[in-house]
């Protein structure tokens, strides 16, 4: 485990100067790899973790940027012991966040950890204000920042949200099949489950202090709210790509049945397929036919994924597996960078 998972409290740094943010990040063992200022006071945190990104990156970033209505943000990203020029894309957005009224920081820590980088941005977020928590590879749509905070008023109930999740168009055939039948289950696209983008309220927030060292620390956090004090947003979505073929497909299920195992050990709550009774699910499947010529292949994955994932255990083994990215996931175009207006600096 990292030192930066250790059991220090959050600090949460209202308005920043260099020196304070220098300060919080101090205390993560993270180094500050480059602070922009935005134009007033930020009411909204975007935490991105990011580990060898440098390739899908920008479009996240440029997703974030073309928010539309959401105030003023400070967009952190945490390069956790990338080797591939992560933190050096990140930092060459930060004029044009500056540009836009935004906070940026690019923070970095020395070694890979998810945990860690959560911890590390969540140390130099807006204090008594909405977090939200984005995969580097995903893209949202423009008006998510500001659908999330607003689901999420006080007095709402809503302490977790999400924008409904979208799957980029697979070129592989079994992974197209996998897909639709993985986004047709009720409890996948009928609650915040995470999956690359999550929102909590400030009070959701205090729930937990840190966030412990699993490999599902998005289900981690669905497991403190009950099902009521989660919503999806039907109006907005965030762009996820699955990895094309056989393979990476095992793999990338066999991380999540392993982050979901582990913390069944340890967390209880309404998380998961936890919210949903047996009996439930069966009744959901059963009226959705459609959903019935899929079934077969996803079954098939989710046991080979099963089958590797219980001997791991059994040999004590505990790896994030990495996926290749999907094809489509290129980076910013010219085009595209000219369309966000001339740089100040």
């Not at 996240?60 to 928010?67: E, G, I, K």
């Not at 669905?222 to 039907?234: D, I, K, P, S, T």
């Not at 292949?297 to 001997?311: E, K, T």
Request: aromatic share 6%; with cysteine; glycine share 10%.
């Amino acid at each position: 485990m990292l030192p930066v998972a250790g059991r220090r409290r959050v600090l949460s740094v209202t308005s920043p100067t260099h020196e304070s943010v220098r300060a919080a990040a101090n205390k993560e063992e993270a180094e500050v790899r480059e602070y922009r200022p935005g134009r007033g006071r930020a009411s909204v945190s975007v935490v991105i973790p990011a580990h060898n990104e440098a390739a899908v990156l920008p479009r996240c970033l440029l997703s974030v940027l073309r928010q539309q209505g959401a105030g003023v943000m400070r967009v952190i990203v945490v390069d956790n012991g990338s080797h591939d020029g992560t933190a050096d894309v990140a930092a060459a957005w930060a004029g044009r966040f500056a540009d836009a009224g935004h906070e940026m920081l690019v923070l970095r820590l020395a070694r890979g950890n998810k945990s860690g980088a959560l911890n590390a941005g969540d140390a130099v977020t807006v204090e008594h204000a909405c977090r939200i928590y984005l995969d580097a590879d995903v893209e949202i749509s423009p008006g998510c920042v500001a659908g999330v905070v607003a689901a999420m008023e006080d007095g709402s109930g809503v302490e977790m949200c999400a924008p409904r999740m979208r799957v980029a168009p697979p070129r592989a055939w079994l992974t197209r099949r996998y897909a639709r039948a993985w986004t047709g289950l009720p409890w996948v696209t009928d609650d915040a489950i995470g999956g690359g983008f999550y929102a909590v309220s400030a009070s959701g927030r205090r729930r937990w202090e840190r966030f412990p060292d699993v490999l599902a620390e998005d289900a981690f956090v669905q497991a403190q709210f009950r099902r009521v004090e989660r919503r999806v947003l039907g109006h907005e979505h965030f762009l996820v790509r699955l990895p094309d073929g056989w393979r990476d497909l095992v793999r990338l299920r066999t991380r999540w049945l392993s982050g979901n195992r582990e913390l069944a050990r340890t967390v209880g709550g309404e998380w998961g397929r936890r919210a949903y009774p047996v009996r439930r699910r069966v009744g959901m499947l059963l009226a959705r036919p459609r959903l019935w010529p899929d079934l077969p292949l996803y079954a098939l994955v989710n046991g080979v994924a099963m089958w590797r994932s219980r001997r791991r255990e059994s040999i004590g083994t505990r790896v994030w597996e990495r996926c290749r990215p999907a094809a489509g996931a290129d980076g910013v175009n010219d085009a595209e960078l000219a369309s966000l207006g001339p740089r100040g600096d």
